[in-house]
Nanobody
Framework: QVRLVESGGGLVQPGGSLRLSCVTS????????MNWYRQAPGKQRELVAS???????NYADSVKGRFTISRDNAKNTVYLQMTSLKPEDTAVYYC????????WGQGTQVIVSS
């Protein structure tokens, strides 16, 4: 059974930082591209960052220069380091991959507020 389990969300002040983690099981992690999405209240889910199996990365324009996606194949884990957080980054963050079908984690809530 494929599982993605996110953690690391919370309440942070504007300008602060958080690191999200997504631990995977049931897949050959090193062979899979991994993605982070987010969904703010009343908005569609959007792609935030992607990392390929060989470590190539892509980011949404709204987070470029502030967020960094990385992976640790030994730990079957993908990370999202978020810095200079803004209130508009408030959302539920999900990790995602494709293994015969699209697989989602349960999400972790990030709230950026003073």
């Amino acid at each position: 059974q494929v599982r993605l389990v996110e953690s690391g969300g919370g309440l942070v002040q504007p300008g602060g930082s958080l690191r999200l983690s997504c631990v995977t099981s049931g897949i050959i992690f090193s062979s899979n591209a991994m993605n982070w999405y987010r969904q703010a209240p009343g908005k569609q889910r959007e792609l935030v960052a992607s990392i390929s199996s060989v470590g190539s990365t892509n980011y949404a324009d709204s987070v470029k220069g502030r967020f960094t996606i990385s992976r640790d194949n030994a730990k079957n884990t993908v990370y999202l380091q978020m810095t200079s957080l803004k209130p508009e980054d408030t959302a539920v963050y999900y990790c995602n991959t494709v293994h015969y079908r699209v697989i989602w984690g349960q999400g972790t809530q990030v709230i950026v507020s003073s």
